[in-house]
């Protein structure tokens, strides 16, 4: 493969190197139909100036699992909320997008000791860099392949269903890649990579469509899957956590992972939503390291 820098949205793998409504429209959309979920959760965070809420919520039935996840509002006045709140809201959802209302406390507030935000760390080198996978290609791969190269590294599933979830960090390498390869004078030692959870569906020829939905180079960006056990033990030394559904939808957590062409895990972004710039900013840093002067 070409000596370039690997962009990856999951936990960095230690590789160093409610009730269900009848769909409706309402005054959001007059023409997209909307989708409407009642559901419960937890407040984790609150960001006033991006009008978005970090929520541990329950699993909604017949949509998604339990998991945590930002949703926007739309309303001019924000809710009143903290972290810890308890709460219940309407989760409305179109083709495109997603956004809450009806907010309400539903209980005291409780305590959480989960991550808050972007956390720097070192991780020794592992054996998952000899382990084979394979691309959108059809083509084994290994994390040792990339050596040398700047990565950025995420775990989704392609049936995922909701905007803010795994088509976000889909559209986050996206958006990242585009604006790096864009960039006359960023070297092109770097690269993204995706990793399926679902083995069964997502087949080298799924991940290429999916792919492709995305504008995505396979020169810069790749997507990746593997026997089940293998992909379980890359994502927990990634502290990507995930599991099956009975319906066969993936609970898992965010991890977007910025590796540096030495090895080193330079960050980790344990939450969702638009971190296209963000992930720009890390892999330059990255690449800043190995290749100055």
Known sequence: ???????ISISWLCLALAPLCSAENT???TTAPVQIYSVTGIVKQVH?????????H???????????????????TPPALKEGDQIRFRLLVTENESWIDQITNSMAPVTSASPSGPVQA????????QATFTNELSQPVRLADYQGQALAITFFFTSCPIPEYCPRLSKNFQ???????SMSSVPTNWHFLSITFDNVTDTPAVLKSYGERYDYDPRVWSFWTGPPAQVA???RLSDATFKKGPEGFYEHNFRTLIIDPSGKLQMSFPVGGDLSGMI??????????????
């Not at 006033?48 to 929520?55: D, F, N, R, S």
């Open 58 to 76: 329950d699993a909604v039935p017949g949509y998604m699992p339990a998991m945590t996840m930002p949703f926007a509002w739309k309303d001019k």
């Open 280 to 293: 720009v900013t890390e892999i330059l840093k990255a690449l800043s390291v190995t290749n100055r002067p």
């Open 27 to 29: 005054n959001a959309s």
């Open 175 to 181: 958006e990242a890649s585009h604006k790096l390869a």
């Open 48 to 56: 006033l100036g991006e009008q978005k809420v970090v929520i541990q």
């Open 1 to 7: 493969m070409s000596p370039r820098p690997i962009i």
């Open 122 to 129: 070192e991780k020794p080198r592992h054996p998952m860099m």
């Open 233 to 235: 033990e890359l994502a």
